[in-house]
């Protein structure tokens, strides 16, 4: 167990659907970062929050949005779904957000499946 | 950019021997650190062990080793006396100070380990 938690384990929706994807970092960590895992275009960086704020971004698309909680906890939300965000999820956290070495502990993911 | 690349799809092992899976990447920042990740059939990923570009030793963790070779720009990661457990997708990763840390990863070696 990671101290990572994310919420749900599986989803299951319709194009043009949103949803959110809730994490919740470990104990003591700062830094949440999100990622996709799917099939054709392996595992992404999405984006990065460092203590509520926007860290750094990567392949998100503008359909999709995050935010850091002032509990630390962060939300993925995918809006106007399509079949191809049908994906695994996965939240990371670590400690600190910019030296190169921040071990990420990663959470067990969100199975997001688009009908 | 950084990019990571891992040339081998899938790996067969006998169990008990050891195995070497390959990692290389290229990257122009001199501060930045590599990573291996397990990944079970279960979907969870699983830190195994961290190589820092300035290390000048290679990085041991229990039965997994990194080969660290900075001139090669090669990263592998070899795992000693397999076990049946250790069949998994295994990822190798970057992250970089300048990036925010977040990940960049490869593409991925799945391995079986037979009887």
Redo the contacts between chains.
């Keep these: 167990d990671s101290g990572v938690t994310q919420t749900p384990k599986h989803l299951i929706t319709a194009t043009g659907q949103r949803v959110t994807l809730r994490c919740s970092p470990r104990s003591g960590d700062l830094s949440v970062y999100w990622y996709q895992q799917s099939l054709d275009q392996g595992l992404q960086f999405l984006i990065q929050y460092y203590n509520g704020e926007e860290r750094a971004k990567g392949n998100i698309l503008e359909r999709f949005s995050a935010q850091q909680f002032p509990d630390l906890h962060s939300e993925l939300n995918l809006s106007s779904l399509e079949l191809g965000d049908s994906a695994l999820y996965f939240c990371a956290s670590s400690v600190g957000a910019r030296s190169s070495y921040n071990e990420q502990f990663f959470g067990p993911g969100t199975r997001l499946t688009v009908l | 950019a950084q990019k990571i690349t891992q040339t081998q799809p899938g790996m067969f092992v006998q169990e008990k021997e050891a195995v070497t899976l390959d990692c290389t990447y290229d990257t122009s920042d001199p501060?930045?650190?590599l990573?291996w990740?397990k990944q079970p059939s279960s979907?969870?990923?699983?830190?195994l062990i961290?190589q820092?570009?300035y290390d000048q030793q290679n990085a041991t963790e229990g039965r997994y080793s990194l080969n660290f070779q900075k001139a090669r720009k090669s990263a592998n990661l070899v795992i000693s006396a397999s076990q049946l457990g250790d069949s998994a997708m295994y990822?190798c990763?970057m992250?970089?100070?300048g990036?925010?840390?977040?990940?960049?990863?490869g593409?991925?070696t799945q391995l079986k380990v037979e009887l």
């Design positions: 501060s930045y650190g990573f990740y979907g969870e990923m699983i830190f961290y820092g570009s990822f990763a992250s970089f100070t990036g925010g840390n977040k990940l960049t990863f593409t991925g």
